[in-house]
């Protein structure tokens, strides 16, 4: 996997698609692997079921991640992200539509590394993307591997 690739975890086919157009509109031209639930992230991301096959230390460079999610939602695929000792780094954004205090609240005491509301309008929504490209794909440094 490149270094640089995005796991997209949306559930929302429109809000998958936006984010695409919205990537490419910004010439983010990063691979993403995009799941659809919480169990197909949990399985990408330490590289079981369907991805057994994946190198578990290959991880995307970003994950955006929408908390409601089927099966398993998205706080609880960041509470499975923090636990585990390979991919406790990872750098998670989470990115939904929940205006709800708590959720931002047990996003944050999990350890995600930053909270985005959704914005509605598209042009928005490609100025966010735009600004999450630039500061966490080009800006950050990124943590160095757990060993």
């Known amino acids: ?32 692997i995009h799941v659809e639930d919480g169990q197909e992230a949990i399985d990408f991301l330490f590289a079981e079921g369907k991805y057994s096959h994946r190198d578990i230390e290959d991880l995307p460079a970003l994950i955006l991640l929408d908390l409601k999610l089927p099966l398993v939602d998205g706080l609880e695929v960041l509470r499975r992200i923090r636990e585990n000792m ?46 999450l490209g630039v500061y966490w794909l080009l800006l950050n440094e990124t943590p160095p591997p757990v060993k």
């Open 1 to 32: 996997m490149n270094a640089k690739t995005i796991l997209l975890v949306e559930d929302n086919p429109s809000d998958a698609a936006l984010a695409m157009r919205a990537f490419e509109k910004n010439k983010l031209l990063n691979p993403v």
């Open 86 to 131: 390979i991919t406790r780094r990872a750098l998670v954004v989470i990115l939904t539509t929940s205006k709800e205090e708590q959720d931002v609240a047990t996003g944050y005491d999990l350890g995600v590394n930053s909270y985005i509301r959704k914005p509605v309008d598209f042009n928005q929504f490609v100025e966010a993307i735009k600004q």
